[in-house]
């Protein structure tokens, strides 16, 4: 009996590539209801029709063919929505962590990942500042700025993912589905995902940093479900982030009598926006809010609210876990490269690039 393939794959690959059904249907020159029949599996998809629609999405045949649940983001983008995030960008980074997850799930199955080390606060009984505090002890994090936030996450067992998208509003999303289910192969496996992290490479490293940091906060604080999801949920990843980042105790001596002038060396050392230490200054009381409406007012005029000076960019912060799980199955394991592909549902070397690291990182 010849295997059917998962409709539902194929919104998934759509969204993707960020196309409506109009704009797929006209490129498979199938009628607009046809391709919805497909999707939601009233019409039986052929093989010549597969083979079209992988041709169209740049996508290997096996694709449509894998078997998993489908989730969708979840509290991450949940505001934010509201504010600027389009639903065409919802819907690309839904069905970009559905393809993430199913990778990293594959990679997992076949190697020891070892235990997270990712805790569940409660915001109810300690502060978003305490929690940030407890996490700093607890991965002894020395005083002062965190050099590397994405190998800090990565280190707890958090995965690393990036995108090089300049069209897009979103910095950074964050995931964790506790449960996993699979069928690769027609060999069913629960595989426990560690929390995932994106971040978009177009954008400033200073202000990754800080998205990052939130979406720590929101894995630490708020992916239990024993919270009702409400408007404060922002609020408190924000305040994780900049008590993670420039704690208390540690940075606001050197925010006392804050001027223009000393941004950017703060900047340099603590590896965030300018605006962010503005922002830090404010709330510590260092700075009155005269003073911070007039540094803004500044920074309005010269164009630093959409993009402060590139000179003063911390370094680009490279993820290396997902690199070094494919190395495994290269090196150790003895896989090909066209296996792997073959493996992660790569058709093409960009879609390998992306995922080892090769392209998603380029200079902005």
């Known amino acids: 009996m010849q295997k059917l393939i998962n409709p539902k794959m194929i919104g998934v690959a759509r969204n993707l590539r960020g196309l409506s059904q109009k704009n797929l249907?006209?490129?498979?020159?199938?009628?607009?209801?046809?391709?919805?029949?497909?999707?939601?599996?009233?019409?039986?998809?052929?093989?010549e029709d597969i083979e079209i629609l992988a041709k169209c999405l740049h996508l290997p045949v096996q694709f449509f063919y894998e078997e998993m649940n489908l989730y969708g983001i979840g509290l991450s983008l949940m505001y934010r929505k509201k504010r600027r995030t389009s639903v065409k960008e919802m819907k690309h980074m839904e069905a970009l962590f559905q393809l993430r997850?199913?990778?990293?799930?594959?990679?997992?199955?076949?190697?020891?990942f070892g235990a997270t080390h990712f805790v569940h606060f409660d915001v109810t009984q300690d502060t978003p500042e305490e929690i940030a505090q407890k996490t700093r002890a607890m991965l002894n994090v020395p005083l002062g700025p965190i050099e590397n936030i994405v190998h800090l996450i990565e280190e707890m067992g958090g995965i690393i993912f990036t995108e090089h998208n300049p069209d897009s509003d979103i910095d950074a999303v964050s995931q964790w589905i506790h449960?996993?289910?699979?069928?690769?192969?027609?060999?069913?496996?629960?595989?426990?995902?560690?929390?995932?992290?994106?971040?978009?490479?177009?954008?400033?490293?200073?202000?990754?940093?800080?998205?990052?940091?939130?979406?720590?906060?929101?894995?630490?604080?708020?992916?239990?479900?024993?919270?009702?999801?409400?408007?404060?949920?922002?609020?408190?990843?924000?305040?994780?982030?900049?008590?993670?980042?420039?704690?208390?105790?540690?940075?606001?001596p050197q925010l006392r009598d804050l001027t223009l002038k000393k941004l950017p060396p703060l900047k340099i050392s603590w590896k965030v926006s300018m605006q962010a230490l503005i922002y830090r200054a404010a709330e510590?009381?260092?700075?009155?809010?005269?003073?911070?409406?007039?540094?803004?007012?500044?920074?309005?005029?010269?164009?630093?609210?959409?993009?402060?000076?590139?000179?003063?960019?911390?370094?680009?912060?490279?993820?290396?876990?997902?690199?070094?799980?494919?190395?495994?199955?290269?090196?150790?394991?003895?896989?090909?490269?066209?296996?792997i592909m073959h493996l992660l549902n790569c058709s093409e070397e960009v879609e390998f690039d992306e995922l080892y690291g090769k392209r998603c990182l380029r200079a902005v």
């Open 101 to 112: 997850r199913m990778q990293i799930a594959k990679l997992i199955q076949s190697i020891y």
């Open 25 to 47: 249907s006209d490129m498979a020159n199938f009628t607009q209801g046809k391709l919805s029949k497909l999707e939601n599996g009233f019409l039986q998809c052929s093989q």
């Open 284 to 339: 510590l009381s260092c700075i009155t809010q005269n003073q911070k409406q007039y540094m803004f007012q500044k920074f309005s005029s010269w164009g630093y609210r959409k993009r402060e000076p590139e000179q003063y960019d911390p370094p680009m912060e490279r993820p290396s876990l997902i690199r070094e799980m494919i190395d495994i199955h290269t090196r150790d394991l003895e896989y090909t490269h066209s296996e």
């Open 179 to 252: 449960n996993t289910s699979m069928n690769g192969g027609g060999i069913l496996a629960d595989t426990l995902v560690p929390p995932l992290f994106y971040y978009n490479s177009a954008k400033p490293m200073d202000r990754v940093r800080f998205s990052l940091a939130h979406e720590l906060g929101h894995i630490l604080m708020h992916s239990s479900g024993d919270r009702v999801p409400s408007e404060t949920m922002e609020d408190e990843a924000n305040r994780f982030a900049a008590e993670f980042l420039m704690p208390r105790a540690d940075i606001k």
